[in-house]
């Protein structure tokens, strides 16, 4: 079974940074394309970062040169850093599998992450 | 940017047929999917590929793509559907979410 596990979420004041980890099970961990997702309370699904097999990254404009995204196949882990954060960074940050062209298979249980003074 | 846009919310009957849509320039050049997301939940994939179902999906959950739009169809509707349903694509290295139907099952 597919088990995808995150944590590091918590209260972080604005300017701050956080460090989001998701522990992988159940799946050759190496042999997929891993992506983090965040969404805003009961609201729209966002995109935050991609990154390949081969360790390529992407990431959409609101985050990019903020977040850095990374992996460690070693460890079955996959590890989102958020640096200068701000209050539309609040969010529940979902750790997730690429199952295939396009789609994700998988998803985490999510970590909320709350930027607030 | 791209964007899909969905209708906010749709209802239906149960045992009814509902389709819910999702707009956005030539998406049936890309692929569409779909994910259902219940209260306190996270999403669940209902349609990958356009039209394709994972296992344990029932067989009332059905998709197609075509045009400038994405559909989502479950016919014979139950109270356990009731959720937010999001349409997703990729377009040039960015995934892309539509804003989200909630669908009401009176």
């Known amino acids: 079974e597919v088990q995808l596990v995150e944590s590091g979420g918590g209260l972080v004041q604005p300017g701050g940074s956080l460090r989001l980890s998701c522990a992988a099970s159940?799946?050759?961990?190496?042999?997929?394309?891993m992506h983090w997702v965040r969404q805003v309370t009961g609201k729209r699904l966002e995109w935050v970062s991609t990154i390949g097999t081969s360790g390529a990254t992407y990431y959409p404009g609101s985050v990019k040169g903020r977040f850095t995204v990374s992996r460690d196949n070693a460890q079955d882990s996959l590890y989102l850093q958020l640096n200068s954060l701000r209050a539309e960074d609040t969010a529940v940050y979902y750790c997730?599998?690429?199952?295939?062209?396009?789609?994700?298979?998988?998803w985490g249980q999510g970590t909320l992450v709350t930027v607030s003074s | 940017s791209y964007e899909l846009t969905q209708p906010p919310s749709v209802s239906v009957s149960p045992g009814q047929t509902v389709s819910i849509s999702c707009s956005g320039d030539?998406?049936?050049?890309?692929?569409a999917c779909w994910y259902r997301q219940k209260p306190g939940q996270s999403p669940v994939l209902v349609i990958y590929q356009d039209d394709k179902r994972p296992s344990g999906i029932p067989e009332r959950f059905s998709g197609s793509n075509s045009g400038n739009t994405a559909t989502l169809t479950i016919s014979g509707t139950q109270s356990m559907d009731e959720a937010d349903y999001y349409c997703?694509?990729?377009?040039?290295?960015?995934?892309?979410f539509g804003g989200g139907t909630k669908l009401t099952v009176l």
């Open positions: 159940g799946f050759t961990f190496s042999n997929y394309d």
């Open positions: 030539k998406l049936g050049d890309k692929y």
């Open positions: 997730t599998r690429e199952g295939g062209t396009y789609y994700i298979d998988s």
């Open positions: 997703q694509t990729w377009d040039t290295t960015t995934w892309v």
